[in-house]
T-cell receptor, first 113, second 117 residues
Framework: DQQVKQNSPSLSVQEGRISILNCDYT??????FLWYKKYPAEGPTFLIS?????DKNEDGRFTVFLNKSAKHLSLHIVPSQPGDSAVYFC????????????FGAGTILRVKS | NAGVMQNPRHLVRRRGQEARLRCSPM?????VYWYRQLPEEGLKFMVY????????ESGMPKERFSAEFPKEGPSILRIQQVVRGDSAAYFC???????????????FGPGTRLTVL
């Protein structure tokens, strides 16, 4: 039962353009969402998060949008850089379930120079 | 600026042996989580610990797996009598507080890659 889904296994974007990574969830109890970036043979690195009381959070080139009615969130990276090439994981948690994170399967982003 | 430390980074075991994975949380963090990533999959929650307490072990296999976070020293994930299906990357994360304190961003270590021959 995949509660967090990243339906695009991979995405290819030209350097300088916008990268949009999508994530859908099924559990309406989720109230906190995070994006992590992962390079091969390394651990996930925290990028940005959003609470369910907000619909947007911005940090530099990274913006996360949350649409609760659609149970959908997205990560926008503008402008994309070759160093952004990595696997991006969406994760969610719910106060009801304590601290555990539920991860999507990840999206491989390739930024071409 | 020490982050989450995990060792060893790579561990090779033969079937039937024991694997011990260690995790030291970030300074000031008292909450530790273990996740497992199988090839081509996302991370799956295994267990959540605070010092000397297992808070949530709902993701742990019922047999052969155990975890502890003693008063002194690192957290240990122990896998007894390993099988080939245990081959995976095991990640530890830590956070400074629980959800009652608000946000609970978890910061991950570099992982231990376990290979069972």
């Amino acid at each position: 039962d995949q509660q967090v889904k990243q339906n695009s296994p991979s995405l290819s974007v030209q350097e300088g353009r916008i990268s949009i990574l999508n994530c859908d969830y099924t559990n309406s109890m989720f109230d906190y969402f995070l994006w992590y970036k992962k390079y091969p043979a390394e651990g996930p690195t925290f990028l940005i998060s959003i609470s369910s009381i907000k619909d947007k959070n911005e940090d530099g080139r990274f913006t996360v949008f949350l649409n609760k009615s659609a149970k959908h969130l997205s990560l926008h990276i503008v402008p994309s850089q070759p160093g952004d090439s990595a696997v991006y994981f969406c994760a969610a948690s719910a106060m009801e379930y304590g601290n555990k994170l539920v991860f999507g399967a990840g999206t491989i982003l390739r930024v071409k120079s | 600026n020490a982050g989450v430390m995990q060792n060893p980074r790579h561990l090779v075991r033969r079937r039937g042996q024991e694997a011990r994975l260690r995790c030291s949380p970030m300074k000031g963090h008292s909450h530790v989580y273990w996740y497992r990533q199988l090839p081509e999959e996302g991370l799956k929650f295994m267990v959540y610990l605070q010092k000397e307490n297992i808070i949530d072990e709902s993701g742990m296999p019922k047999e052969r797996f155990s975890a502890e976070f003693p008063k002194e020293g690192p957290s240990i994930l122990r896998i007894q009598q390993v099988v080939r299906g245990d081959s995976a990357a095991y990640f530890c994360a830590s956070s400074p507080s629980d959800r009652t304190g608000g946000t609970d961003t978890q910061y991950f270590g570099p992982g231990t890659r376990l290979t069972v021959l």
